[in-house]
């Protein structure tokens, strides 16, 4: 690969860099700071909400609304708010370490991330003045709470399609449409509503609930997430003030993505969270049940689970890490004192968006396999409410959902990638496909390597064949995200092993066959798409030798996987739980 080590660390400019040559965050990184708020956190969700467990699944919504107060008393409400509105303004990090403790119950922490992330931040982002003060102290300490509605019935990741109206009348504001699928809307005090000025202009703007003409639906039966509140949010010639309109007119689209964008980091985060519980009960149950006179962990299907499910936990992490990184080495860059900071705040965000999708789309689908592995290893007692692994089975199904769709994610990483590629400014897709490869020595950089190398062979052809109508054929643009998603999943993993094992990290060992287990099987999963990817793009002659070209780039040696995983899971049932954390 030619020596791009020089690049700017931009969004999607993984795929051109050496494997190691760009700095990554990393857990084992986080401040003292960080791990104490994080501690706080742990102690308040084993504390106040674990118990309550059952209650606030039967939809509680006074508990929900106390647990949230509480949080803000804790402070963990107002991190990513500026100190300046009451909150504590910490870095995305901590917020990560965070998010991953408020996992462990799903609806709560569904109520939470809709308060604190896609509720609160349009106004610390997009707000002015006047607009922050009324509203940030008061979400920040919980006497608040936020909700955010942009889904309509009619348009879901058609966020453009909306039909909520809004028009000027006598210095007031008057909406007029219906909002679906919005969580918190059965206690939230403040509503970021999305409707178009005049049916053109999509606008968000801030209701309150006592606003005239307000009014919401009934509860949604759901699948899962039963705690969490989701009605309809009716505006019927709802009367707010002209300067409730926020961040601008015409600025909807502006505000909609750029926060979702933050929401699919954090779902990353929320996941990886979640799987450390997921794992640690069901490595409970496989050590007490028996069968045939030996325990579960002594079968081999099911040390294949459980190491499964740390291997999915430890790559999460280091790709919402290494990401989280990126985001808050940009975000400094900008202090909340200058006059352009949330316009150069989301900037910075939406810099990152490819890997923000690939952080909501592979955490939500690591979290299922993990859930899957759970309800199989508990056997009939997966299947009854009776034991944890139903639960979550069901709690984890929306995150594919959640934040778009991951099929309109997977079209957005395709798409933003290809985009930021070819002319004087961009990414050098076709120079790189096209230089010869460095090979490294280590067998897992080697095997990065070479991953990208197949990966930018046929993206490229894809690129300078078909141009963005390749983006018509959904089917081949999943391929081009399921190519970035598995590289950035890999090489994320890979250089944290390293990293553990040259700072001399007391897992170290284990980190590198957690990694090793991922990189070998995700090579696997490379070549077949890149394969694949090829015949979406050429046929015949131009086919085989495209095809030749692929397998020329010998594939690494595989690893007896048996073997790794079984000292995986050797580890995890003396620490019994993931021990990484």
Avoid at 484 to 493: D, G, N, V
Avoid at 545 to 564: F, I, N, Q, R, W
């Amino acid at each position: 690969m030619a020596e791009t080590s020089m690049l700017p660390v931009r969004g999607g400019s993984f795929m051109f860099h050496p494997a190691g040559s760009l700095p990554q965050f990393t857990p084992e990184d986080s401040s003292e700071e960080a791990l104490a708020i994080a501690e706080a956190a742990r102690d308040f969700m084993n504390g106040e909400v674990m118990p309550r467990d059952e209650a606030i699944d039967h939809l509680d919504l006074e508990l929900n609304r106390e647990l949230l107060g509480k949080a803000g008393e804790l402070g963990i409400l107002g991190i990513e708010i500026p100190e300046a509105y009451g909150g504590l303004d910490l870095d995305k990090k901590t917020a990560l370490l965070v998010l991953e403790e408020m996992a462990k119950q799903a609806s709560f922490s569904t109520s939470y991330g809709a308060h604190t992330s896609i509720g609160t931040l349009p106004i610390v982002y997009f707000g002015n003045h006047a607009q922050k003060s009324k509203y940030l102290p008061k979400l920040a300490s919980g006497e608040w709470v936020a909700a955010y509605a942009l889904t309509e019935a009619g348009s879901g990741s058609d966020a453009l399609g909306a039909k909520a109206t809004a028009v000027l009348e006598d210095g007031h504001w008057v909406l007029n449409g219906t909002k679906a699928w919005i969580t918190n809307a059965g206690f939230a005090d403040v509503f970021v509503v999305f409707a178009k000025i005049n049916g053109t202009h999509l606008s968000a703007f801030i209701v309150e609930r006592t606003d005239p003409g307000v009014s919401t639906g009934a509860e949604e039966k759901k699948l899962g997430i039963k705690g969490s509140s989701t009605r309809t949010v009716i505006l019927e010639n709802c009367r707010i003030p002209e300067d409730r309109l926020l961040g601008g007119k015409g600025k909807g689209a502006r505000i909609a993505f750029g926060i979702l964008n933050i929401g699919r980091f954090k779902l990353g985060a929320s996941s990886a969270g979640a799987g450390k519980r997921v794992l640690e009960y069901t490595l409970k149950y496989a050590g007490e049940r028996t069968q045939f006179g030996k325990p579960l962990t002594a079968f081999g299907l099911i040390q294949q689970k459980l190491a499964n499910m740390a291997v999915r936990i430890f790559v999460g992490e280091s790709m919402n890490f290494r990401t989280i990184g990126y985001l808050d080495e940009a975000l400094a860059r900008t202090s909340w004192e200058s006059e352009t900071a949330g316009t150069d705040k989301m900037r910075a965000i939406e810099e990152y968006a490819v890997e923000a999708s690939m952080a909501k789309v592979w955490g939500s689908e690591a979290l299922f396999a993990t859930a899957d592995d759970a309800v199989q290893t508990f056997g009939g007692a997966g299947f009854s409410a009776e034991y944890p692994a139903e639960k979550i089975y069901r709690d984890c199904r929306i995150n594919r959902i959640f934040e778009g769709t991951n099929e309109i994610n997977r079209l957005l990483i395709a798409g933003t990638f290809l985009k930021r590629c070819g002319g004087p400014e961009g990414l050098p897709l076709v120079e790189t496909a096209a230089a010869p490869l460095d090979l490294p020595e280590d067998p897992l950089f080697r095997t990065i390597a070479l991953a990208k190398a197949r990966a930018l062979k046929v993206i490229a052809l894809a690129q300078t064949d078909w141009g963005p109508k390749i983006l018509d054929n959904q089917e081949a643009s999943a391929r081009i995200s399921n190519l970035l998603l598995e590289i950035y999943a890999m090489e994320s993993a890979v250089i944290r092993a390293r990293r553990m094992l040259e700072t001399g990290h007391r897992w170290a060992a284990l980190a590198r066959d957690l990694a090793e287990v991922y990189a070998q099987e995700a090579w696997n999963r490379v070549q077949g798409e890149a394969r694949m990817l090829a015949a979406e793009l050429a046929s015949d002659a131009v086919l085989d030798a495209l095809v030749a070209d692929l397998l020329a780039m010998h594939a690494p040696s595989p690893a007896p996987l048996s073997v790794l995983r079984n000292r995986i899971t050797q580890a995890l049932i003396e620490q019994g739980r993931y021990p990484l954390s």
